[in-house]
């Protein structure tokens, strides 16, 4: 049908194309003068000849040469020129026949009218029927001129038909006076200059009517020769580009219409002025010929617009095609996409609400879908237009419309199939969820039912009544049969639905055994006879009803998240508590009923985590879609601001990443702990890697809030949130995933709260450390972020372990001797960060502003590399007080903490960091004495100890030392000092300590011995001996029956236990107990018998922790000195 339309439509071009080109062949064929009037027009204004328009008796065509006195001084060629064109004007047939030529020469001489007749002989294109001459009209010119004829007559007679006239009579006799001009005594109108003009303007019109039809069969030759475009924009350039050429062909043919019927009025003109008037033959002559060019350029346009609408006609038809073809693309890819959406619905979900939240997605679906099934079927109807209009591409388009309607179809088809499939796991899922639901309202049942009335006769038949009553409702709740649920669902059943299935069924028999066994006691109470007994209970006690059923089981999806629900929530939560603790009061508890108790409790608390957590990955798809996804949307782009385009990163920061964990990760792995609640904590520890991506969450939050607070206002927002029908704007979504992430750890609190004595309660425990400690860094992070002035990258410093306010003195000299008038100026307000790899002092600005444009920035002022820092943990005076010093006290900084807890918090994270450097530098130092060892020679005494025993001991000397190390100076340091100047004792800071004690013989320590001999004099230093030893730091940790110790206390160490325990006696309380070898290394310090520190001022009673600046020079000596190992 198609190639039948298309041979018709190309056959109908090609009639009209022919016809077209006839039409102009015959307009461009046409006999046109060889000279035009306007390139001789100076030569003919002479007028030395001219064609009035007179003919003969037998229609010959009259050529009149006037009087004209230089008629012998005109150039050859003007006068071969002149006599060509005039004898071109007449038509072919009068042309035929021969002219007349009338030469007057009244008033000249012989010898010119010889030259005359002469010339126009030689020099005459055509054939002559008679000429004519007027001979002069004086007697003696007369007479000449007859001698010299008759003289000369038998030689013109060969050449010329040449009759010699005295008068105009004579002439009359020839030719009629009509024929004739006025000079020649006739009464034919002519005017010269009258002819020339229009003979002027009709070989101008013939000229344009030629061109224009060579201009419109050249264009009929490239439309004819058009191929068609295979898209869209090159058919529209070609269709728009064809018709500007038509237009412009158009507008010659009018012109060229205007002009010619401009010459043809201008011909008539004396008919319009005069109807008596009558056209001479040339006038009539040039009047056919201005209207045959007329009607061959009516004939012409005609022709040309039946073939311009054919080929429009193509051209639209194929621009339509275009079109057609590329909405087809555009539908086809979008129906594509519906399918691929409506694949990735297999699930059958876990529960009805998961089953629901399924249902509604495929309702979105289906709902995003209409519009382009729409399209689809628009464009279907479109192409069955084109169709019915004979459209040359039909065999193109009905594919196409039947690939369309197809692909409807199978959408359809799908949904349908999708939908029944959902709606029959829907079923399914409430029939189990009624079956738990029951089981949970039967054991809350028994877990209810009060124990002193059950002691009583009605008390136990009451008690049996509901037990009755509630079984009863079983028929519609409870599962009747395994394998005829494998039956009906067979379609829709999985493994892990099957399991889910059994172990419904499987709780269903135990509470139902559970209800036997319940029974079977209470028949036995009714039926015993017991004498009357009143019970006495601390409060009447009413039957308490069901619970509400769990949350998980019939959560709505929207309610979900109001508040109202989440109030409804915790109050039957709190109430559900308060009974069973009233219960649990009442009935002396017994360990299985708490059990009981404390697993609805922990249900409750996990159907709740799952119900919010459902909720969350709701809201968070729903702000994807409903706004990120729409900043995206050609639709929606003239809402947009220009501030606001390519900043969606920049407003929902890594929403999507956290969307997709919960979504595909987290959430799925929740579900499987539905049944085993106190081991969710396991799922938590599996996934604290992943939560780190709140931290990127929330550092893009400021930037977040200041972008939404410029475009609050926005359209665009409106507009989402109007699709949405959200009641609240995007920025209370925006802050959903912070909420989230500080929710877990209540919802962990509580279910550790009723899983104390579980399996999992460890796994809990360790959970919401782990959670307590990502909140923590997120909130570090949120303060690092604000630091401004910094030159240095912050992520080389190393993790950020603690940030916090505190109170800060400076004091850049050397010694404590400054420490009390230094407390008596104005401390400083700083803020530190404590990094792995330095301290950072910053002071703390306050912003104006709102949300987190109100939170404060840090202005950086000073750092402290870790690897040359100490501290001194207690500084008198103050319990909140510690020092930071650098250098060896070059500088010293006092901090004031705002609470004590605050200072041990900092102090021993600062502890931490300096042992890690400590234990860093040993193992290098080790490294180095054993590649020393083994260089030198092996000495002959057989008490030498290998490198490898030497290793050994020195890990196991390593797991002592991680509580600290003794130094001379009371100190424990991480990193070897530099050799101490001798007589100076080991470090600055023991400069107030008595000299015995300061130096405790250790002036040698210059001397470098070997590497075997250090390590016995370590051992032999830090072994500790029974004797009187004064406290120098608190010790309050352990058990209550461990021994309390206190700064300045003496204690006596009575003898050495195993298991690296001291038995020690407190002469100041005289209790005794026993403390870890490494807790009193730390606790004693550089302590000996019975003595005390001498000075005051160095802050006795403290314990200091040190750095030394020459961290890296001490990790890289080759030979290690005592002080080296010792340190």
Known sequence: M?????????KDIAELWYLLKKRTDEIMHQDIVPLCAAEIEDELRKKFAYLSGGRGKDGCPVITFPEYSTFSEIPEKEFQSVLTYLTNIPSSQDAGIGFILVIDRRQDKWTSVQASILRIAASFPGNLQLVLVLRPTGFFHRTIFDIAFKFHRDEYKMKLPIIMLSSLAELNSYIDRTQLTEDLGGTLDYCHNRWLTHRTAIENFAQMVKQTAKNLRSFGTELAETELPNDVQSTIALLAAHTENKDKMKEDLRIALIQGQDILRSIRKPVFENSEYNMNPDQLENQTTVERLLAQLDETEAAFDDFWSKHQQKLEQCLQLRHFELEFKEVKAALDSVSERLSHFTEVGNSCSHVE??????????????????????????????????????????????????????????????????NQSHELHSRLEKSMKWCDEGIFLLASQ???????????????????????????????????????YESILSEELMEHIQKVFQKQESMEEMFQKRRVSLKKLAAKQMRPVQPVAPRPENSLKSPCPSPGLQRDSEESSSPDSLMVRRMNMRRIKREINEIHQNRGGSVMDDEENLAVLRKHVMNELLETERAYVEELLCVLEGYAAEMDSPLMAHLILPGLQNKKDVLFGNMEEIYHFHNRIFLRELENYIEYPELVGRCFLERMEDFQIYEKYCQNKPRSESLWRQFSDSVFFQECQRKLDHKLSLDSYL????????????????????????????????????????????????????ITGYDGNLNELGKLLMQGSFSVWTDHKKGHSKVKDLARFKPMQRHLFLHEKAILFCKKREENGEGYEKAPSYSFKNSLNMTAVGITENVKGDAKKFEIWYNAREEVYIIQAPTPEVKATWVNEIRKVLTSQLQACRQASQHRVLEHTHSLPLPASSNNTSPSRNEARNTRKQEERNAGVVS??????????????????????????????????????????????AEEEVKAEKKLTPGKYTVVADHDRGGPEDLVLKSGELVQLMHEGEDGLWYVKNLTTSK????????????????????????????????????????????????????????
């Open 2 to 10: 198609t190639l039948s339309l298309i041979s018709l439509l190309y």
């Open 357 to 422: 939240h399924i249902l509604k997605d495929l309702a979105s679906s289906e709902e995003k879908s209409h519009e382009i099934l729409g399209k689809a079927k628009m464009l279907i109807s479109k192409g069955d237009q084109f169709i019915q209009n004979n459209h040359y591409a039909v065999d193109s388009i009905l594919p196409k419309c039947n690939e369309l309607q197809h692909c409807c179809d199978t959408i359809a088809t799908a949904v349908n199939k999708i939908r029944a499939f959902l």
């Open 450 to 488: 009060p124990v002193d009335k059950c002691q009583s006769q009605d008390g136990a038949e009451s008690a049996l009544q509901e037990i009755e009553t509630f079984l009863e409702t079983g028929g519609d709740n409870k599962l009747m049969e395994l394998n005829y649920l494998f039956r009906e």
């Open 735 to 786: 802050l959903k995933p912070v909420q989230r992430i500080t929710k877990y750890q209540l919802l962990l609190k509580e279910m550790l709260k009723y899983s104390k004595n579980c399996e999992g309660a460890e796994y809990l425990q360790e959970a919401l450390t782990s959670i307590l400690g990502i909140l923590k860094a997120v909130n570090d992070s949120m303060h690092q972020i604000a």
């Open 968 to 1013: 001379p100076d009371g100190c424990v340091t991480s990193v070897a000092p530099k050799y101490p100047e001798k007589g100076k004792g080991w470090s600055k800071t023991s400069q107030s300590l008595d000299a015995s004690e300061e130096n405790d013989g250790w002036s040698s320590a210059e001397d470098p011995l070997n590497s075997s001999d």
């Open 1072 to 1127: 005794e107990g026993w403390v870890p070898v490494n807790s009193l290394l730390v606790l004693l310090g550089n302590s000996k018998s019975a003595i005390s520190l001498s000075s005051s001022e160095s802050a006795a009673g403290s314990s200091t922790l040190s750095s030394s600046s020459s961290y890296s020079e001490s990790c890289n000596v080759s030979s290690i000195s005592f002080s080296d190992i010792k340190g």
